[in-house]
DNA sequence: CCCTGATTCGC
DNA sequence: GCGAATCAGG
């Protein structure tokens, strides 16, 4: 595989989008993930657009016995976007969740994962819950993917209902905050129903 | 162990 | 330019 336009295209918008070297490199298929962020650093895309908590990387190399003469003047001025660039006009129709108005009913099954009720879950548990749908990414269920967490929030039959969408904890449907209210044990859920 | 991005360096 | 191997960290 090479890097086409159409691939560095893609590269770029899901990069750009926040997803993980890995996941763009499932979705373009035939390289790994670190082809994926070698071509992302090659491109200078580096940095994200917005936060980059980035801790930093090799902070290795010799710092002292550098034959290097010049310091070499880093020049990294241009880190703004111009513009995602012209999008082809075909495909533009990415939306997110159309919501046909508001109704009533609940659509079809319920293959969602159990809703526990406020009055069994522990206060610290809850509280926690609260915590994190705050921090929550608010994704709809068509951005829900293997790694993204799968807890329900609000109520299905309005447009307030989104899924949590963090970074589930490996194997777990959920992410470490929700699994934690998932999974509570027998013994602290006894004697807490009403 | 699962994952993340960063860097190096032979190709 | 490319990306596997490796590193450093969550």
Redesign the pocket.
Known sequence: ???TDER?ELLKRM?NE???????AKELG??????????????GL???VGA??????????APAAEPEPAPAPVQETKVETPEVASEKPEARAAAPAPTPARKPIIPAGQPLPPQPSANEISPEALASVREVEKSARKIGLMELTE?TCKWPVGDPATEDFWFCGL?VQ??KPYCEAHVGVAFQPMSSRRDRRR
């Open positions: 595989m090479s890097w560095v990069w926040g997803q993980s070297a890995s996941q763009i035939g390289v790994t993930r670190n082809a994926v962020i070698g071509k992302v650093h090659r491109l580096s940095n994200r980059a908590p980035s801790k930093a990387a090799k902070p290795e190399a790694r970074a490996p194997g």
